[in-house]
Antibody
Framework: QVHVVESGGGVVQPGRSLTLSCVAS????????MHWVRQAPGKGLEWVAL????????HYADSVKGRLTISRDNSRNTLFLQMDSLRPEDTAMYYC??????????WGNGTAVTVSS | QSALTQPPSVSAAPGQRVTISCSGS????????VSWYQQFPGIAPRLLIY???KRPSEIPDRFSGSKSGTSATLGISGLQTGDEADYFC???????????FGGGTKLTVL
């Protein structure tokens, strides 16, 4: 059974950095692409980033390109999201999800990030 | 503004069938598979439909998906009050080189 657990969220000032983690279990982590998806309070889903199963290919939403970096450590079954130069509009619940390029079939419960002074 | 367009809300009575549309373009729906997600308030989304019309094993056959050209449709039959949720469509966009979601549709079961 797919099980992913996000952590690392919190309250951070604008311009500062934060790193989110997502630990996976119940499946062969190194065989799947992984996504980060976020949802601002009261808003819809916004895709953030994707990393291929080996970590060699990465894709980003234009809104985060150059500030957020997705990576993975297959030896630790862990996905990361390094978030730099944070802005108030980055405030959201961040979900980690297993999937293909066009779908996600296993979601975590999310970790909340608030960017505020 | 989302790359995929969904109606903000739909409603129907218990037992009836409802459809939710998702409109895109040749850079996304027209050339890629569509997926659908269900989300209850305060809960993470879950996958309902992938590859346009396939259901994960745990999803009941009351839920169905289809695609034609640059549009996709989610169908829910035998509506139950427990189906009240937000529904999102998603697909890969070739031009953006990223995944895009629709703005979401709130289903109300009257």
């Amino acid at each position: 059974q797919v099980h992913v657990v996000e952590s690392g969220g919190g309250v951070v000032q604008p311009g500062r950095s934060l790193t989110l983690s997502c630990v996976a279990s119940g499946f062969k982590f190194s065989s799947y692409a992984m996504h980060w998806v976020r949802q601002a309070p009261g808003k819809g889903l916004e895709w953030v980033a994707l990393v291929s199963f080996a970590g060699t290919n990465k894709h980003y939403a234009d809104s985060v390109k150059g500030r957020l970096t997705i990576s993975r450590d297959n030896s630790r079954n862990t996905l990361f999201l390094q978030m730099d130069s944070l802005r108030p509009e980055d405030t959201a619940m961040y979900y980690c999800a297993r999937g293909d390029y066009d779908s996600m079939d296993g979601w975590g419960n999310g970790t909340a990030v608030t960017v505020s002074s | 503004q989302s790359a995929l367009t969904q109606p903000p809300s739909v409603s129907a009575a218990p037992g009836q069938r409802v459809t939710i549309s998702c409109s895109g373009s040749s850079s996304n729906i027209g050339n890629n598979y569509v997926s659908w997600y269900q989300q209850f308030p305060g809960i993470a989304p879950r996958l309902l439909i992938y590859d346009n019309d396939k259901r994960p094993s745990e999803i009941p056959d009351r839920f169905s998906g289809s695609k034609s050209g640059t549009s996709a449709t989610l169908g829910i039959s035998g509506l139950q009050t427990g189906d009240e949720a937000d529904y999102f469509c998603g697909t890969w966009d070739i031009s953006l080189s990223g995944l895009v979601f629709g703005g979401g549709t709130k289903l109300t079961v009257l």
